[in-house]
């Protein structure tokens, strides 16, 4: 069983790649929140417990802590990295950059997917609403004007439109919303790949 | 209880437990237990989210010959509180409409 050195030890490799500031803030709390529950009557092994696991407590503020700032912590390597792992690095350049390039483009496409639907629905709402208006103006301006029937048409086209346009705009707002939301969800779907991928690897490296 | 429900129900229990009195970690805890059970995993995000909203401050104490912090609700955290109580009154009113006897 690990004691309190090796369990804080342990935290700050797995928070390795945040800010010096944020890591040492967190052992802290973690400190003190050890030597708390052992002045209550626990012993080191039971107050960690208590606490929760090194994986518990990197994990939580891992996924606190804003995408950006998440990426460039996990992205930079945990070590120096050696020579012939540099150079393998640069030679390979043009097999992973492409790679990269491709995963960040399909990330970009799938929100302007997103996002090109919510405009359309919109441009589809606004334009039932403002084409009908327009019929409607032209309607009674046809029928001062004495076109008769062609403009009664025009009216009857025109309350048409604006009738669509209102009774669709209910359903359409709750899929924009709809659509908003799965955007959020995608971008904290990608954040737990990277919580995921973080702690895989310092296992490994263990 | 649903998880972004009890997120946001963990943040008031905080500033509730310090709202009288400043607090550390464990009493923090300790306090809020009989309503829901966390550990310190699950605090720390929350008091940092909060001191990042403005809604408590940090200071280090000695205690006991080593170093505590003590979190103090601002007035952008009571007013948290009360934005919760006014906000859960109309859902009281709301669950009590519901729940009502079938006649």
Redesign the interface.
């Known amino acids: 069983m690990m004691n309190r050195g090796e369990y804080l030890d342990e935290i700050r490799e797995k928070l390795k790649g945040l800010s010096e500031k944020d890591i040492d803030e967190a052992l802290e709390f973690y400190k003190e929140a050890l030597a708390d529950r052992i002045d209550d009557g626990l012993t080191e092994e039971q107050a960690i417990n208590a606490v929760g696991s090194a994986d518990e407590v990197a994990e939580q503020i891992l996924m606190d802590t804003p995408l950006p700032k998440l990426v460039s912590a996990t992205v930079k390597p945990k070590r120096t990295l050696k020579a012939w792992e540099v150079v393998l690095i640069i030679l390979g350049a043009p097999l992973w950059i492409p790679v990269v390039a491709a995963l960040f483009g399909v990330a970009i496409a799938i929100v302007a997917v997103i996002f090109s639907l919510i405009v359309a629905v919109i441009a589809i709402i606004a334009s039932l609403i403002i084409g009908g208006l327009a019929a409607l103006v032209a309607g009674i301006a046809g029928f001062f004007a004495g076109e008769g029937v062609a403009a009664l048409a025009k009216f009857g086209l025109a309350l048409v439109m604006v009738g669509l346009g209102v009774l669709l705009f209910i359903p359409c707002k709750s899929l924009v919303l709809w659509l908003i939301e799965l955007c959020g969800r995608f971008f904290k779907w990608i954040k737990k790949q990277f919580v995921k991928r973080s702690n895989i690897n310092k296992s490994e490296s263990k | 209880m649903d998880v972004q429900l009890k997120r946001g129900l963990l943040e008031i229990l905080v500033l509730a437990a310090i709202k009288n009195d400043d607090s ?3 009493k923090i805890i300790k306090d809020i237990k009989p309503y829901l059970s966390i ?4 605090l ?2 929350i ?3 909060l001191e990042e909203g403005g809604c408590l401050t940090v200071r280090s104490e000695e205690y ?1 010959g ?4 003590y979190y103090s609700i601002t007035a952008t955290g009571k007013k948290r509180i009360e934005d919760f109580k006014s906000e859960w009154k109309e859902i009281m009113d709301i669950y009590k409409y519901v729940s009502r006897e079938e006649e």
């Not at chain 2, 550990?39 to 699950?42: A, K, P, Q, V, W």
Request: proline share 6%.
């Open positions: 550390y970690g464990y550990s310190e995993s699950t720390y995000p008091l940092k989210r006991n080593r170093l505590r912090k």
